[in-house]
């Protein structure tokens, strides 16, 4: 009996971390849709269908499932370095944009989430 009372108080206890984390993660997804209007993102890219259609911009509905989160964050704070390995450059890079838009640390996690969450 003592060890049943154990096990449901831990699975109690392991599901409320979970929810917790759960609640972070959309909080942190949330922050990253909206540092993604606030920079004006959608200048150049799209989701949805909604923003700047390619080939100015990349459209980023699928980017989650396509790039990790740390080439993800690699794209938002040192983009030259990601664009160095495409094939084909962009007629548009981002390196001009990140020179005018200054990400916080926050944004730029929040990004990532974001885009991870696209899949």
């Known amino acids: 009996m003592k060890l049943c009372v154990i096990a449901v108080m831990s699975a109690a206890i392991l599901g409320g971390t979970a929810m917790t984390a759960a609640a972070q993660d959309a909080a942190k997804i949330a922050a990253g849709q909206t540092a993604y209007t606030t920079n004006k993102c959608a200048t150049c890219h799209s989701i949805k269908g909604v923003g700047m259609k390619p080939p100015t911009g990349t459209a980023l509905d699928t980017v989650g499932a396509k790039l990790t989160a740390a080439d993800i964050k690699k794209w938002l704070t040192t983009p030259a370095e990601m664009e160095a390995k495409l094939p084909k450059k962009p007629a548009v890079t981002m390196s001009s944009f990140l ?21």
């Open 99 to 119: 020179k005018t838009h200054k990400l916080s640390d926050a944004d730029v996690d929040s990004l990532v989430a974001y885009m991870q969450s696209l899949k």
